[in-house]
């Protein structure tokens, strides 16, 4: 399930950040490193949004349609990570995680 965030981009009177609490979180994910290509564990950061349980008062119509369809959903912050592999220590891009992650 790879879905976008732009899809919340559409422009309400409210924005999307009033829609939703934020916290960052980090998540241990299970990465190969593409140069030396061991695998290790690394944490990854990760901002968490989760959908309040009620839409301000100021909200209108419209606002009210996208808060029905909105989800929790996580961004992936990092997008590089340092290979932990002391022989090669390379930096590698994030590939193998999505970066957008829709929460039920
Ligand atoms: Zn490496």
Redesign the pocket.
């Known amino acids: 399930m790879l879905e976008h965030s732009s899809r919340f981009d559409v422009k309400g009177s409210m924005e999307e950040k009033d829609f939703f609490d934020e916290r960052p979180d980090k998540k241990q994910a299970t990465l190969n490193?593409p140069?030396?290509h061991?695998s290790a564990d690394y944490e990854v950061t990760w901002l968490v949004r989760t959908k309040k349980r009620q839409l301000p008062g100021r909200a209108d119509e419209r606002d009210r349609a996208r808060f029905a369809k909105a989800k929790s959903y996580m961004v992936r912050k990092d997008d590089l990570l340092a290979?932990k592999?002391m022989r090669?220590?390379?930096r590698?891009e994030i590939s193998g995680l999505q970066s957008v992650v829709i929460l039920e």
């Open positions: 490193c140069h030396c061991q290979c592999n090669c220590r390379k590698f």
